[in-house]
T-cell receptor, first 115, second 117 residues
């Protein structure tokens, strides 16, 4: 399968714990995005990387959230001191550099539940 | 801040019927309008997209109609099939500062489509 891969698929954690998610984009894609989707809502943009550079961050990405993409390949999203409001599906997407509106390919997400 | 409003929230059609989902946007700087399909437990997948220089785009059974003056666009699914049952999201974006990406999408709230056999 050469699609976007996310790990883990599900994560249950207690409030106050730190969690880290991983995203492996399609190999030739240099753009990588993180979105968050809560139940019954559309995805919301969190942040965007072009290669290893983080070019844009949403105001939704509080100080407790940090994303990295070392070497411009896989990316990690860490949430520190989790809160119940962080419970959501975290989606990763990637796109190629061939054209500004080359389509986003989404992974199947990591579902986070904070108890 | 809801910049893209989608309706209806849910839609039930019979097999072979036409499904119509509508979206309205506020930000006139948006210039890329995709539709995504999402099945339970899966990420969204791009169905079809349109730029504002055309009023209609058709790909197979899926058609986007776009009305720039009204700031509205819609998805029409012809000959709807049970396999089309999914959640559909409209979205909108504008190019980033460098003009290199339209990937910062603003999504609507979604429409749950059920197609009865």
């Amino acid at each position: 399968d050469t699609g976007v891969s996310q790990d883990p698929r599900h994560k249950i954690t207690k409030r106050g714990q730190n969690v880290t998610f991983r995203c492996d984009p399609i190999s030739e894609h240099n753009r990588l995005y993180w979105y968050r989707q809560t139940l019954g809502q559309g995805p919301e943009f969190l942040t965007y990387f072009q290669n290893e550079a983080q070019l844009e961050k949403s105001r939704l990405l509080s100080d407790r959230f940090s994303a990295e993409r070392p070497k411009g390949s896989f990316s990690t999203l860490e949430i520190q001191r989790t809160e119940q409001g962080d419970s959501a599906m975290y989606l990763c997407a990637s796109s190629s550099s061939q054209g500004a509106n080359s389509p986003l390919h989404f992974g199947n997400g990591t579902r986070l539940t904070v108890t | 801040q809801q910049q893209v409003k989608q309706s209806p929230q849910s839609l039930i059609v019979q097999k072979g019927g036409i499904s119509i989902i509508n979206c309205a946007y506020e930000n006139t700087a948006f210039d890329y309008f995709p539709w995504y399909q999402q099945f339970p437990g899966k990420g969204p997948a791009l169905l079809i997209a349109i730029r504002p220089d055309v009023s209609e785009k058709k790909e197979g059974r899926f058609t986007i109609s776009f009305n720039k003056s009204a700031k509205q666009f819609s998805l029409h699914i012809m000959d709807s099939q049970p396999g089309d049952s999914a959640t559909y999201f409209c979205a909108a974006s504008r190019a980033n500062a460098g003009g290199t990406s339209y990937g910062k999408l603003t999504f609507g709230q979604g429409t749950i489509l059920t197609v009865h056999p």
